[in-house]
């Protein structure tokens, strides 16, 4: 099976700028989850979606959003970006099962200049 | 809210040494647990996990065993490799958010020199 990948895998923007993220979870998964890794804050729970519904969400500005389609891909948006937004960010996918552990992709440098 | 409390690295051994990477959590219920490791410039790869007290989770020689009573989950490896050098975090899911929110560790760098 081919697991998560995410696109682009590295991307330059200016602050004010808007940015989206793409995710395709492994085939058969339903949920996608979206991480911040920043060397100040760690790994951060954005949100996660399943059937294309937010179904938990983090502690961001709403300048984060996200969507999920009906293949189960997702995307993320920033908009107006900051230099503080600068980070890796991680899409996982899951199965349905209880206890379910999530499946991370190479994940997508973000630099905000 | 729950948390996850790792040992600060950088931890650094030598080829064929025991390791311990100290991991202590807070949650409600009984949250899922977790060991994953990050290799330079890459995404996070699952390497152990347990769902219930008692378990242990084995992956690659590293095991890990979820004490309820201490509410712990170290992770250990009796013989490093180079090879193992990376970042390792450990991570929850809890019950509340239907165990789809991992809740992570500050994590913890090893070195392991030949």
């Known amino acids: 099976k081919a697991g998560v990948t995410q696109t682009p895998r590295y991307l330059i923007k200016t602050r004010g700028q808007q940015v989206t993220l793409s995710c395709s979870p492994i085939s058969g998964h339903r949920s996608v989850s979206w991480y911040q890794q920043t060397p100040g804050q760690g790994l951060q729970f954005l949100f996660e979606?399943?059937?294309?519904?937010?179904?938990n969400k983090g502690n961001f500005p709403g300048r984060f959003s996200g969507r999920q389609f009906s293949n189960s891909r997702s995307e993320m948006n920033v908009s107006t970006l900051e230099l503080g937004d600068s980070a890796l960010y991680l899409c996982?996918?899951?199965?349905?099962?209880?206890?379910?552990?999530?499946?991370f992709g190479p994940g997508t440098r973000l630099t905000v200049t | 809210g729950d948390s996850v409390t790792q040992m600060e690295g950088p931890v650094t051994l030598s080829e064929e040494a025991f390791l311990t990477i100290n991991c202590t959590y807070t949650?409600?219920?009984?949250?899922?647990l977790f060991w994953y490791v990050q290799y330079p410039g890459e995404g996070l790869q699952l390497l152990l996990k347990?769902?219930?007290?008692?378990d242990k989770g084995s992956n690659k020689g590293f095991e890990a065993t979820y004490r309820k009573e201490t509410t712990s989950f170290h992770l250990e490896k009796g013989s490093v490799q180079v090879s193992d050098s990376a970042v390792y975090f450990c991570a929850l899911s809890a019950e509340n958010t239907g165990f789809q929110k991992l809740v992570f560790g500050t994590g913890t760098r090893l070195l392991v020199s030949p």
């Open positions: 347990a769902t219930k007290a008692d």
């Open positions: 996982a996918s899951s199965g349905d099962r209880v206890g379910r552990e999530q499946y």
């Open positions: 979606y399943f059937s294309e519904t937010q179904r």
């Open positions: 949650a409600t219920g009984y949250p899922s």
